[in-house]
């Protein structure tokens, strides 16, 4: 229940949302050098992502990109990763971007084989 007020509270703040950075000219030490999933990315997903795309939230989960398990995140690591670094069409509206320290974690975390701890 408190992640839930957490996750409301962060989407009257901010929206469903990420930053405009990129990742051209980020600092190295904006991220962990070797992220796990448990202490960076399951944070980042649940700050930016899970809010509209998990299981009880809309449209996300309905169309099947739930975010709210390490599993979901890597079997949409394609989508995600396309929506939200490349083309940067996600989230829809002008809700901020990942920054580019969230985009170099995630980013990290995929390289060094997306490990689920």
């Known amino acids: 229940m408190a992640r839930a007020g957490l996750v409301a509270a ?6 469903c949302g990420f930053g405009t950075d ?5 600092d190295p030490e904006a991220a962990p050098e070797e992220p796990t ?3 960076h990315v399951s ?14 939230a ?4 309905a169309e099947g990109y739930g975010f709210d398990t390490c599993a979901k995140v890597k079997r949409a ?3 995600l990763w396309n929506t ?4 940067q069409t996600m989230p829809p509206g002008g809700a901020e971007r990942l920054t580019s320290a969230e985009l170099l974690t995630l980013q990290r975390w ?7 701890d």
Do not use: F
């Not at 944070?43 to 009880?56: G, K, N, P």
């Not at 939200?84 to 083309?87: D, H, P, Q």
């Open 58 to 61: 809309q449209p996300g989960e």
């Open 10 to 15: 962060l989407l009257v703040l901010g929206g």
């Open 43 to 56: 944070v980042i997903m649940d700050l930016r992502c899970t809010a509209c795309h998990a299981e009880d």
């Open 22 to 26: 990129t990742l051209e000219g980020v």
């Open 37 to 39: 999933y448990s202490e």
């Open 77 to 79: 690591w394609g989508p």
């Open 110 to 116: 995929r390289e060094q084989g997306g490990r689920c």
């Open 84 to 87: 939200v670094a490349v083309s």
